[in-house]
C-alpha cells in the first residue's frame, strides 16, 4: 500500500534533481526556493527512510536505493501525464494526439511517408514528431513528454527501461559533396586532410565511428566540427569541402538526388538495427498501434522485408 505522505511534489522534486544533478536548477525549473526543494527532498527520504541522493560540491548522485525509487517515480509521472493526455483528448471532440520522437535518419528517411501513411490510417490524429539525439528523445520517452521513438539501437546502459522492436538494419556512410577532390583518389588514411562533421559524444553511432577509424589505423583528427544537425550539414557538406560521417538515412535523398556522394568505403562493421522503443509498462494506446501498421506498410514499400510480424506482434 502506497504511504499517503508521499504527494506528487515529493516525486516531481525528486525526479526533477535527478534530471538536473542539481539541486539548484531543479528548483528554478520548478519556481522554488533552494531550501524549499532541499526540504521535499528529507521528506521523501524521512518518510521512506533511505537517502536517496548524496550530496557533494560536484552535484547529486544516486544511491542504491534512489536508482530504484527513480525508476518507478519516472513511471508513475509518465503514468500521470498519460492521464492527462488522455483527460485532454476527450474534450477534443473526437480528435486524438500522438507523439513520436525521431532519430535524425528516421526523421528524414523514414518519417515523411510513414506521416503520410498515418494520415490516411488515422485522419483523426494529430501527429506530433520530435527529433533530436539519442539520449534527448529516450529522455522524453521516459518521461511520457512522447509516446515512441524511432531510431538506431543505443548503448545497453541508454537502452535500460526501453522496450525496443527491430525495424532494419543502417549503416554509417562517408559523404562529400559531388566534384570533391577526394573523389578522385578515394582513400581511408586523407580524410584528416579535411575537416570531418563528426557526430558528438553521446549519439548513438559515435562508439561505433570511433571504432571504425581505430580500426582502420585513422588516428585522431583534430578539424572536425561536431553536431547531430542533419539541416546544417547538408547545407555544409554541399558549400564546403568538409566530409560528413553520418547515418546512411538522413543522406540517403541527397545521395539518389546526386548533390552528396557516398566514399566507397566498406562501413558495413558500422551497421546497427534501427527501431521502435517505448516504455515496457505501456499499453499500446489504439493510435500507437495504427501508427505501428504504417510504419510497417512504408517498410514493405521501400522493401526493407520481413518487419510486419515483428511490429504487429
Excluded at 541522493?53 to 542504491?64: E, I, K, P, Q
Excluded at 488515422?122 to 513528454?145: C, F, K, M, Q, V
Amino acid at each position: 500500500m502506497v504511504d499517503r505522505r508521499i504527494k506528487f511534489r515529493h516525486i516531481q522534486c525528486f525526479v526533477e534533481i535527478c534530471r538536473e544533478q542539481s539541486l539548484k536548477i531543479a528548483a528554478e525549473k520548478l519556481f522554488l526556493t533552494q531550501p524549499a526543494i532541499s526540504k521535499t527532498l528529507k521528506e521523501l527520504e524521512e518518510i521512506l527512510g533511505a537517502t536517496l541522493l548524496t550530496r557533494s560540491r560536484s552535484g547529486v548522485a544516486l544511491t542504491r536505493q534512489g536508482e530504484v525509487f527513480l525508476h518507478f517515480a519516472e513511471m508513475s509521472l509518465a503514468a500521470l501525464q498519460q492521464g492527462l493526455s488522455g483527460v485532454e483528448q476527450v474534450g477534443t471532440k473526437g480528435t486524438t494526439k500522438l507523439s513520436v520522437g525521431a532519430l535524425p535518419s528516421v526523421a528524414a528517411r523514414l518519417m515523411p511517408a510513414v506521416a503520410t501513411e498515418f494520415r490516411e490510417l488515422a485522419p483523426n490524429t494529430n501527429l506530433s514528431i520530435t527529433d533530436g539525439p539519442h539520449g534527448y528523445l529516450l529522455e522524453r520517452l521516459r518521461l511520457g513528454d512522447i509516446d515512441l521513438v524511432i531510431g538506431r539501437l543505443g548503448r545497453p546502459d541508454s537502452m535500460q527501461g526501453i522496450s525496443f522492436t527491430h525495424l532494419y538494419e543502417e549503416q554509417v556512410e562517408f559523404v562529400v559533396r559531388a566534384g570533391h577532390p577526394i573523389l578522385s583518389a578515394p582513400d581511408l588514411k586523407r580524410i584528416g586532410e579535411w575537416q570531418l562533421i563528426y557526430p558528438p559524444v553521446g549519439s548513438a553511432i559515435r562508439p561505433l565511428i570511433d571504432r571504425y577509424l581505430i580500426a582502420h589505423g585513422v588516428g585522431e583528427i583534430t578539424n572536425r566540427l561536431e553536431t547531430v544537425s542533419g539541416a546544417f550539414g547538408r547545407v555544409y557538406t554541399r558549400n564546403t569541402d568538409a566530409i560528413w560521417i553520418i547515418s546512411a538515412g538522413v543522406v540517403a535523398n541527397e545521395i539518389s538526388d546526386g548533390h552528396l556522394v557516398a566514399l566507397p568505403f566498406d562501413t558495413s562493421i558500422t551497421k546497427g538495427p534501427v527501431g521502435l522503443m517505448r516504455r515496457p509498462d505501456d499499453v499500446q494506446s489504439p493510435q500507437a498501434q495504427v501508427f505501428n501498421i504504417a510504419v510497417n506498410n512504408v517498410l514493405e514499400r521501400l522493401e526493407f522485408g520481413g518487419q510486419r510480424s515483428a511490429l504487429l506482434e
